[in-house]
């Protein structure tokens, strides 16, 4: 038996125009009854007598036939317009609502944490268990929307209603993990847009299962919990909300938070340095294997002792006997949660860094061109014997620029270089965006205009700063401008901490371009002038870096380029600059891979190998007129393999994390949820499905169901009102079937007084159907 209340209902119009309009025109049949009345005279005559004997005998039939004709035209015009005016009751906890099709929304949590074990079953398995518990329990007629919660796969898995329970069923057997953190509110956009799906249907309810992470409810971006609230107090307001919580059975947890290197890069000569935090979700201390592997190889193994729900930064080292890239993947024993146990690193190994000076300026002095100080800074070489170390420079001209395969460099320098084309900005975005590192630096020969329209762009290019005016040491009193460092804790500044020998502060220089950055931009002030101005700014782009010095690199504004502070910030500045590079392979699950190639190739074929070894071929893109290749698919956690075809032939490789916060398995409780997130906002919470609604929320829109049957009500009367005025019998029998009809419907379907209504009307209308008859019967047996 359906949960039956009798709660007292609030009554509302949605258009009483309609009502009262339909009042007015149920005035019209009493109107044209008073005006068609007519006094006739009264005259005697003998043959009279019988005929006012045989009236009076049928006056009070003849009467009451008409007065029930007349209410029954009457009604007609009142309830059509009663159903126009969409009448609507603020609370439908009423039996006659119980047993109507209901069109229900699952959103279910799909994010890694779901993952956690206990007795053998998943909280994901749980879920799909009481998903298709409900489902069993539906009623013919019911629309399903299935609607998963994760960051960046498909939202939506049954984005129109599905009628027939065999469809929903097998959505919910092919649900599965995702290696995501969970985004509650892109899956609550997608359950209100999934509402609008089954517009025949006004009951509707959205079931949320989950685990409840604080991540996924009570995330740290204050927007997003905004959002989340808001959404929530939207749908609770229009829709019955359930949330039943699969969280209950809280498991321990060990992951592995972070993993990274010291240097971002080393040579065969030096052994590098790994750092990695462990964190234990245990309440006491607990011993946890670790274990270092290299390109799928066990390189070393210790034990940790990790203190309870508390975490641990370890530190080792490792020599590599081969340049190149290699594969470094850390583990943790294994717990109830996997996926977190392993943190992956692609790292390189390299004899050499490929540097690209684009030199501005160009002089037929001795260490005349603007890029001349630099490339000696960079490769301070002999004449006697070529330069064989680690920065390898070679310098081209600005109008070589856009003909070059940037490709193939780790870092670029535009140093003094006029102005720049559209062509020349894509193509130094793109180059950006894929991990590669762009140093500007200025001069006499700078067109600010040119800077500030293409390359600044009001903040969103590749400038990290607005370029203003020129500043001279005649306008410091004739002083040379000297460096200031306020935070050595960046490292292009870092090897000079504690240093003061190296020149740093005592640095001098004589003119420079002052320089504006907006309050909210992600610019990083390295190195300024003793007044405050910036001299070094840094700020990343896409997935690389950009670097803006804001005076010369030769002596033309300074002597700078002969201070012994210089050849060392501009060897930090190209190995900062250039990691991009190795940021560029280190990515997020859910976050595109994108690398820009050699320039000159474009038919070429390219395939991603996934961890799970299936192959997909990425189509060649040519934006910008670079040859670029995007691969959007990183929804496992894993090692990708780029495999690029003839002419290059060669592999990429880039390692793809989960996010760690998602393992923290911190959970948000009923009281916090009610208390917090959703204040004042009322929903079901459950931890298993019972069937009946729990919240105090409008279940359905009452107007769509009393706008239906006040309409058929009103189309049914103007039939019977027709059979009336042909035959009064005739038409009283149809509405005595109407009104019997409707009856026994709400008996079948919501089984409530209508079962004692039904049998009151069968016997009352048994009765007057046999008076009206009578007088045929009778006839009939005379005959």
């Known amino acids: 038996m359906p949960d039956i209340s009798y709660s007292l209902l609030a009554f509302g119009l949605a258009g009483p125009a309609f009502l009262l309009g339909g009042i007015l025109l149920g005035g019209i049949p009493i109107l044209i009854h008073l005006l068609h009345k007519r006094r006739y005279k009264e005259a005697s005559w003998a043959a009279m007598r019988f005929l006012l004997a045989a009236t009076k005998k049928n006056s009070s039939r003849i009467r009451l036939e008409q007065m029930i004709l007349l209410a029954v035209r009457v009604l ?13 009751f603020s609370s439908l906890q009423i039996a006659a609502a119980e047993n109507e099709p209901v069109h229900r929304i699952f959103v279910i949590d799909t994010s890694y944490s779901m993952g956690i074990e206990a007795n053998n079953e998943s909280r994901l398995a749980r879920c799909k268990s009481e998903a298709s518990n409900i489902l069993r329990l539906s009623q013919q007629g019911d629309a399903w929307n299935l609607v998963q919660i994760c960051e960046t796969s498909n939202a939506g898995l049954i984005q129109q209603a599905a009628y027939r329970k065999g469809i929903v069923q097998d959505e919910i057997d092919k649900l599965s993990l995702t290696d995501e953190p969970g985004k509650l509110a892109r899956s609550l956009i997608a359950a209100k847009e999934s509402l609008a799906t089954a517009p025949d249907i006004d009951q509707k309810q959205i079931i949320i299962l989950s685990d409840m992470q604080t991540g996924t409810w009570q995330p ?38 972070s993993f990274s290197a010291d240097d971002v890069f080393v040579t065969t000569s030096q052994p590098a340095r790994f750092q990695a935090e462990l964190r234990s979700h245990h309440d006491a201390k607990k011993a946890v294997p670790v274990e270092f592997h290299v390109n799928g190889k066990l390189a070393k193994s210790w034990t940790v002792d990790l203190p309870g729900g508390g975490a641990t930064s370890i530190d080792w080292r490792h020599a590599f006997r081969e340049t190149g890239e290699h594969r470094l993947e850390l583990r943790v024993g294994e717990d109830a949660l996997t996926i977190d146990n392993r943190r992956r690193l692609v790292y ?91 140093v500007f630096s200025l001069g006499e020969r700078i067109q600010t205009e040119n800077y500030n329209q293409l390359l600044y762009r009001d903040g969103i290019g590749l400038l990290p700063a607005r370029l203003k005016d020129m500043r001279d040491k005649s306008q410091n009193d004739g002083n040379a401008f000297e460096f200031q460092v306020d935070d050595y804790r960046h490292p292009i500044v870092k090897p000079f901490e504690g240093n003061p020998d190296a020149g740093l502060e005592t640095s001098r220089v004589d003119r420079y371009i002052r320089t504006e950055i907006e309050p909210r931009a992600l610019t990083e002030t390295v190195i300024q002038f003793a007044n405050g101005n910036a001299a070094l700014l840094d700020r990343s782009f896409g997935q690389g870096r950009v670097v803006l010095i804001t005076t010369s690199l030769d002596r033309e504004w300074g002597t700078w380029a002969v201070w012994p502070s210089f050849p060392p910030i501009m060897q930090e500045v190209v190995l900062h600059a250039a990691t991009g590079q190795l940021g560029s392979r280190q990515l997020q699950v859910g976050t595109p891979v994108y690398r820009v190639l050699e320039r000159e190739v474009f038919d070429f074929e390219s395939t991603m190998i996934r961890p799970d070894g299936q192959s997909n071929s990425i189509p060649n893109q040519n934006e910008s007129g670079v040859a670029d ?86 189309l049914s009367l103007i039939l019977i009102e027709l059979l009336m005025a042909w035959e009064f019998r005739y038409g009283m029998v149809a509405l005595y079937l109407a ?20 049998m009151v009307m069968l016997i009352t209308g048994l009765y007057f159907l046999l008076r009206l008859l009578r007088p045929a019967i009778r006839t009939t047996a005379a005959k």
């Open 76 to 88: 007609i015009f009142v309830l059509l317009g009663a159903a126009l005016a969409r009448p609507y």
């Open 629 to 714: 290749v995007r691969y959007n698919r990183t929804d496992k956690a894993g090692f990708y393999e780029l495999q690029l075809g003839a002419p290059l032939n060669r592999s990429e490789w880039f390692a793809v994390n989960v996010d760690p916060k998602e393992g923290q398995l911190d959970r948000i409780t009923e009281a916090d949820l009610r208390n917090e997130l959703t204040k004042e906002i009322e929903f079901g919470y459950s931890t298993q499905w019972t069937g009946r609604r729990q919240s105090n929320n409008v279940f359905s829109s009452s107007q769509g169901v009393l706008s239906r049957w006040l309409l058929y009500a009103g």
């Open 348 to 438: 390189f190994v390299r004899d050499q860094f490929n540097v690209l000076l684009v030199n501005g300026r160009r002089s037929n002095v001795l260490m005349g061109n603007a890029t001349d100080h630099l490339e000696l800074a960079l490769s301070p070489r002999l004449k006697a014997s070529p330069w064989d170390g680690l920065l390898q420079p070679q310098v081209i001209s600005e109008g070589e620029l856009i003909a070059t395969d940037l490709a193939i460099y780790d870092c670029l320098f535009l140093c003094n270089v006029g102005l720049l084309t559209q062509r020349e900005v894509d193509l130094l975005e793109s180059y950006t965006s894929s991990g590669g590192g762009v």
């Open 739 to 758: 009104i019997a009809g409707a009856c026994l419907f709400q008996t079948v379907q919501f089984h409530f007084m209508g079962g004692l209504l039904v």
């Open 220 to 257: 740290d971006d204050a927007n997003e919990k905004a959002l989340i609230r808001e959404l929530m107090e939207e749908l609770s307001a229009s829709v019955d909300v359930q949330v039943i919580d699969v969280g209950t059975n809280v498991q321990s947890n060990v992951q592995i938070t």
